[in-house]
Every structure is written in structure tokens, then in C-alpha cells.
């Protein structure tokens, strides 16, 4: 079920979406032609959906803000990490330290509280940021899986500007969708007839 409030993905899964939580996720900012932007993951209910459609978080998380600004952020990182693979260039050590950071980090230990009339208690970590924490690492190690598998050298970045997102490359087709395929050709067509007016 899809809220109202949730922007429609404005595309279908990019090739390899579907096999790869992390491309799926990086694919969650997606640039449009005309300078629109969309963002799945633009405010904490939305969030939350898309966490729970992933079987990342129950529905009633009550993600917040700042969860929401963490997970954007790791989307940057892993983002920065596909475009250095698909480049041959050295990963942004930032990048590397945030997806290890979430892959190594353990839940929160209960704390020993007191209360001035009961005594002494513990109190488990916010269930949210248990939750996050586990989304983060699982998404980050869909990122580490994916860059060191062979499938690696078929990541690809859309090549229909403006389009941002990646995918698994198939033979030749470096386009994430039917639309910006047809977007590539139809350029090339205008480009062709400028160039021969005639
Ligand atoms: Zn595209």
C-alpha cells in the first residue's frame, strides 16, 4: 500500500534494482529532466515506508529527523563508492569509513539507570536507533557485496543526462529505463538532423 504522500518512483527499478538493496537505495535521488528531483526518501514517514516495504523496519518505527539525515547521508556515501568503482578511482576515504563505520557497529548496550523511587533499572537503547543501525549495516554490506563481485564491472551510471541513477549493465544498454532510452535516441536524432539540415 502506498501512502498519498509518498512521491511516485517516477521510474521502474533500474536493471539489478531488485537484485541489489544498495543500488536500489542509491537509486532512491533521482534527477529528472526539466530540473526536477524526486527523493524517496524525502522526509521520516517516507522513510519508514520504504524501510518497512524492505522488511528494514516495522511500520509503527516513528523514524525521525535525524534518522532520516543519517540514512540520506549513507545514500551519499555509497553513491560516492559506485561512481569511484565505475571509474577506476580511489574511493573518498569518508565514503569507505561510513559504510565500515555501519557495518561494524553493534547495538547499544541497556544502560544502568536509577530512578529516585524505584532504584536502579535498565533502559534499553531508543528501538529506532536499533532499527537504523541495522538498516545501515544491512545496506552497507548489500554496497561492500556488491562493489567486490563480479557483477562490479557491470555497475554503470545512467548515460541519459540528467538521469543519476546506476545499474547492472545487460550487453550494451547503458540506460536505467525504456524512457531515458528513449531520451538517449531522440537526441541523437535532433543532434543528426541539426548537423544535416537538409
Ligand atoms: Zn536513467
Known sequence: ???VS????????????????????????????GGQYVDLLGSPAAVNRWLT?????????????????????????????????????????????????????VPTAALLRWDDKTGPYRATPCPTNEILEHALATISASAADLLT????ETLTACESTPCNRYLIRHGRRHWC????????RAARAYARRTANPS
Open 1 to 3: 500500500m502506498r501512502h
Open 6 to 33: 509518498d512521491p511516485e518512483p517516477p521510474l521502474p527499478p533500474a536493471p539489478g534494482a531488485d537484485d541489489h538493496l544498495a543500488l536500489e537505495f542509491a537509486n532512491t535521488a533521482i534527477a529528472l529532466p
Open 53 to 105: 516495504a524492505r522488511n528494514l523496519a516495522p511500520e509503527n518505527a516513528d523514524v525521525q529527523e535525524m534518522c532520516a539525515t543519517q540514512l540520506r547521508a549513507l545514500r551519499e556515501h555509497v553513491r560516492s563508492l559506485f561512481a569511484a568503482r565505475i571509474a577506476g578511482a580511489p574511493a573518498l576515504p569518508a565514503a569507505l569509513d561510513a559504510v565500515n563505520d555501519a557495518l561494524t557497529r
Open 149 to 152: 563481485s563480479a557483477e562490479a
Open 177 to 184: 529505463s525504456t524512457r531515458c532510452g528513449d531520451r538517449v
